[in-house]
């Protein structure tokens, strides 16, 4: 995973360098694609988000073709494709979608979609980003009162496990949001780091119950019967209200701290070893036998440009995965490359064997 | 007409033809037929469909278990009831869902009866405004209750505003802010109405002469109460204890608002999390045996009205019981017990939901801390009476609780019709069984049967999920029993005899309806529309896995804002369905001439 993150790194500062002549040499493949767009007069795009009205009204400014986006869950949008797809009635065309394990174990291999990366963006889109092809990043950070507290009261996540903390955590249930067990899976994959940063806190190596020192948190986690809510609104209203004695501790999207000044809340972000929060990426698809094909690929390239990305990546902790747009001035790190591996990135594949056990782990263990 | 001679059978030809002329001229068995079919694949299909899902592989675990979609599995079934989790996901929630069911409906029935009984046979002060009063938490949406309680005992717990006693210096401990008492005592609150409105019509039919031949042998009012009227009242009693059971069981807003935040788990909330959590074969199983409860319960109503009928029979049309005259020393606490249920169950819950609208910061009484702006806006943020998402949500309310009434309604009155004319036969069985279930059905059951059957397309019926129309065939379904019950007992009083005077003057089917029977039904028909509309209004547990964004309604948008921490927004929303409701109640009153005791007559 480290490996990984570094190789992005690099592969992003060269990209960077070449990226503007890229754009320019491409501009005749980029004529082709806008001209069999505009042929095809629309797009229909099924998505995870609500935003994907403001990033169709731009398109249609742009290139004059209107987008017809439907915000659903992932689990509405992978049942009308699959249905759309083996009925041979296909009304999508490109969908924009969160569940990335049931999109590498469902969509891809059954050829209900299919990854597409724009030829001219190919080179500076991060290796890891590519397939499937990553359109957005959200970053969930651990966050503190700072009317309370002048500092982040902990420095370390196992200290989240102590008594002192115990109901003290405010966070989503994994019961209802599947992106708590992708942190789960990908804690699972950090148990070294975990096990080094026990040792760093108390001095003295982990004693393991469980298989890993990742399942070891976890489990730890779950009994000390952290709070759990369906949307992370109230978890940054529940840490970030004024005028409390003891508040708590929270993991919800940084975007909530766009809120700090409407709302009046005290919130900031924890600096916690061995990680800070989580780094969810959302993708984007177009549908196999799409109706549009080459309008949903323009879409696609034009997410990946700042006017595209700009309703998202506009808010705070929120980033393209062109590493070239810019982000909202507020953000810790203008990129995610710089947040490094302080931000815990599941793998697909593993969570999608995973999550049915992580979960039930989970449920057994917060009892 | 349909006692055939079953000595001597006419040959089959003849029997047809008569069967057909039959058909023509009296069109209540093709009404019987269409409506039966209909019934069958909206309600029992549902059923079935739900049976299906619990047994099939979903996409995501085929591919996990290599196996293929739809291959048959009794892995959810095991998940449910012997995994290690089953614990947490049923056996936990199945306890408490019973010792909630039970405490709540004891206390339902207590409140109901001695309330019934101060108000129909005593002189407390303000008996006959307190038998409407009493009514108002029926009208009000199941969470009206759950959130007052939350604006009041929430504490440091829960994210968002703070609740009013935490403002005001009192941190209420958790047992008392979240759990299973809040949820026995604002479940008890919510339903006692019913209890307390058919105890009262029970107590007003009962003949009065039986108390009076008692009195005049002597007895004293208490020996009245024991060996006379309690007796008589236990059919009522049964049939409140049953239907309070099933809402209860059913019930949905009360604890997710209160128990989710101690982890306190019904059935109705572990279904809805296994839905949401994406394990759609694990919420079918739970929808089984929720389902089962509602088969059970209709089969315990089967019984009772075959058994307790003889009860009945006792109630003729005696005088007016008088009043007794309490003493000045029994007046005075009897008046301030019904008068204190009111104010706990309906005026506290909604005073506190609309001071929560007004003020600024929770629990600071200062005036400068009262505003409209959560009505009108501004702060920088949109008021009720400007907010998009209230008034479309108020819009599909009306549009989809409307539509579904209106269609309720005349359905209600067919199937009236073809019960009372049909008369014996299977087919009216099958329609008044048939059409009283899904009253007795969990509304949380019913909803997941739906969406299963309606997610995807099936043969020529579209896939509805997501659109209006699916909302209201819900709540047609759900609500018919209201209307068939008021279908059925107007039609009672309507003799063969107009129609067939109109038929000997040549007159056609249509021309009887619109012209005999409509003019006749007028009333019924109010009372078959409002009641459904009613419901369909203050409905939670029945929609809120059916909505989708842009199909919101009041009652699933307070539930959206009570998620966001909005409590305010929530509360003003919930205000908006209790003035609708009590407005529709209060004009079926003047229309009807009657109480909406006679509505319900469970």
Redesign the interface.
């Given at each position: 995973m480290r490996f990984n993150q570094a190789v992005a790194g690099i592969a992003l500062a060269t990209a960077a360098a070449l990226s503007s002549t890229a754009v320019f040499a491409q501009s005749a493949e980029m004529d082709a694609l806008i001209a069999a767009a505009k042929a095809e007069g629309s797009v229909v795009a099924y998505w995870h988000s609500?935003r994907v009205s403001k990033a169709g009204e731009g398109f249609e400014a742009k290139y004059g073709i209107p987008v017809l986006g439907t915000?659903?869950t992932d689990?509405?949008s992978?049942?009308k494709v699959?249905?759309e797809v083996e009925s041979g009635n296909v009304q999508a065309d490109i969908i924009g979608y969160d569940d990335g394990p049931?999109l590498v174990?469902?969509l891809l291999?059954g050829g209900f979609v299919e990854n597409y990366v724009p030829e001219d963006l190919a080179e500076t889109i991060p290796e890891s980003s590519r397939d499937p092809l990553v359109y957005l990043w959200q970053v969930s950070i651990f966050g503190y009162n700072t009317e309370r507290y002048e500092e982040c009261p902990i420095s370390n996540v196992w200290q989240l496990t102590e008594p002192e903390w115990a109901?003290k955590l405010?966070m989503l249930?994994p019961?209802?949001?599947?992106t708590q067990i992708q942190a789960f899976s990908a804690i699972e994959d950090r148990a070294d780091g975990l096990a080094a940063a026990y040792e760093e806190l108390y001095g003295k190596p982990l004693e393991l119950t469980e298989d890993n020192a990742g399942l070891e948190f976890i489990k730890r986690l779950a009994a000390s019967?952290p709070?759990?809510?369906?949307?992370d609104?109230?978890?940054?209203?529940?840490?970030g209200?004024r005028g409390?004695e003891a508040p708590?501790l929270g993991l919800y999207t940084l975007g909530r701290h766009r809120e700090i000044e409407?709302k009046n809340l005290a919130l900031g972000m924890c600096p916690l070893t061995p990680f800070q929060g989580i780094n969810q990426p959302s993708y984007v698809q177009v549908v196999a036998d799409a109706p549009h094909p080459n309008a949903a690929r323009l879409f696609a390239h034009y997410l990946l440009t700042e006017e595209g990305a700009a309703p998202w990546t506009a808010d705070l902790g929120a980033y393209s995965s062109n590493p070239d747009l810019t982000s909202n001035a507020g953000n810790p790190f203008p990129n995610v490359a710089e947040w490094g591996d302080s931000l815990l990135v599941s793998d697909n594949a593993r969570v999608?064997?995973r999550r049915?056990d992580l979960?039930?782990f989970w449920?057994?263990n917060?009892? | 007409m349909t006692t055939t001679d079953r000595t001597t059978r006419p040959p089959l030809q003849a029997r047809l033809r008569l069967l057909l002329s039959q058909l023509v001229s009296e069109p209540s068995y093709v009404i019987g037929a269409v409506l039966a079919l209909a019934l069958a694949y909206l309600v029992l299909a549902p059923m079935a469909a739900v049976l299906g899902s619990a047994v099939q592989m979903t996409?995501?675990d085929a591919?996990?278990a290599g196996a293929s979609p739809g291959d048959l599995t009794f892995s959810y079934f095991q998940r449910v009831f012997t995994?290690?989790?089953a614990?947490?996901?049923f056996w936990t929630p199945l306890g408490n869902t019973m010792t909630v069911a039970l405490f709540a409906t004891a206390l339902a029935v207590l409140f109901g009866l001695v309330l019934a009984m101060l108000v129909t046979s005593t002189n407390i002060w303000g008996r006959s405004i307190l038998g409407f009063l009493l009514i108002i938490p029926y009208m009000l949406p199941s969470q009206a209750l759950a959130t007052a309680w939350i604006t009041v005992f929430k504490n440091?717990?829960?994210?968002?505003?703070?609740g009013m006693l935490e403002a005001l210096g009192l941190t209420p401990p958790d047992w008392l802010a979240y759990g299973p008492l809040p949820i026995v005592i604002c479940l008890a609150l919510s339903y006692f109405p019913f209890a307390f409105l058919l105890f009262s019509n029970a107590l007003n039919k009962i003949d009065t002469q039986l108390e009076e031949a008692a009195v005049t042998l002597g007895a004293r009012p208490h020996i009245v109460w024991r060996r006379i009227l309690l007796p008589l009242l236990i059919p009522t009693t049964m049939s409140v204890l049953l239907l309070t059971v099933a809402r209860t069981l059913g019930t949905f807003a009360t604890p997710y608002v209160l128990g989710?935040?101690v982890?306190y788990t019904l059935l109705s909330t572990s279904l809805y999390?296994s839905l949401?959590?994406?394990a759609p074969g694990v919420a079918a199983v739970l929808a089984i045996v929720l389902g089962l409860f509602g088969v059970a319960m209709l089969l315990l109503d089967i019984w009772m009205v075959r058994n307790w009928q003889r009860f009945i029979t006792v109630g003729g049309k005696g005088g007016k019981r008088e009043p007794a005259r309490l003493t000045l020393l029994a007046r005075f606490p009897a008046s301030a017990v019904a008068w204190g249920v009111f104010l706990i169950a309906a005026f506290g819950p909604l005073l506190v939901m609309f001071l929560s609208t007004i003020m600024r910061e929770p629990g600071v009484f200062a005036l400068s801390n009262f505003s409209l702006g959560y009505w009108t806006g501004g702060d920088?943020r949109p008021g009720v009476f400007n907010s998009p998402e209230i008034l479309l949500s108020l819009y599909n309310s009306l549009s989809i609780a409307g539509s579904a009434a209106v269609i309720c309604g005349v359905l209600g009155l067919a199937v009236g019709y073809a019960v009372v004319r049909l008369p014996g036969s299977w087919l009216s069985g099958f329609l008044r069984q048939v059409s009283f279930l899904p009253y007795l059905m969990p509304g949380m059951a019913f909803a997941a049967a739906f969406l299963t059957l309606f997610?995807?397309?099936r043969g020529p019926v579209p896939?509805l999920?997501?659109s209006i129309t699916l909302l209201i065939l819900v709540m047609v379904v759900t609500y018919l029993p209201y209307a068939s019950r008021s279908g059925i007992s107007a039609m009672m009083q309507v003799g063969r005899e107009p129609e067939e005077a109109g038929m000997v003057l040549g007159a056609g089917f249509f021309a009887r309806i619109t012209r005999i029977l409509g003019p006749l039904q007028k009333t019924a028909l109010v009372t078959a529309i409002i009641l459904p509309f009613i419901s369909g209004m203050k409905e939670l547990s029945l929609v809120v896995m059916l909505v989708?964004?842009g199909t919101e309604l009041l009652t699933t948008q307070s539930l959206r804002f009570l998620?966001?921490?909005h409590t305010q927004l929530a509360n003003a929303t919930i205000l908006i369905i209790g003035v609708v409701v009590m407005l529709l109640v209060l004009l079926m009153q003047k229309v009807t001439k009657s109480s909406l005791a006679g509505g319900l007559g469970g």
């Open positions: 609500s915000k659903m689990a509405e992978t049942e699959v249905r049931r174990t469902e291999p109901s405010h249930d019961r209802l949001r599947s019967k709070i759990l809510y369906n949307e609104v109230e978890i940054a209203a529940a840490v209200a409390q708590p409407s999608a064997e049915g979960l039930d449920i057994t917060n009892r | 996409r995501m591919v996990r995994s290690p989790v614990q947490d996901i440091r717990r829960t994210g968002g505003s703070p989710t935040p982890g999390s949401r959590s994406g920088g997610a995807v397309p896939a999920y997501g989708t964004p998620d966001y921490g």
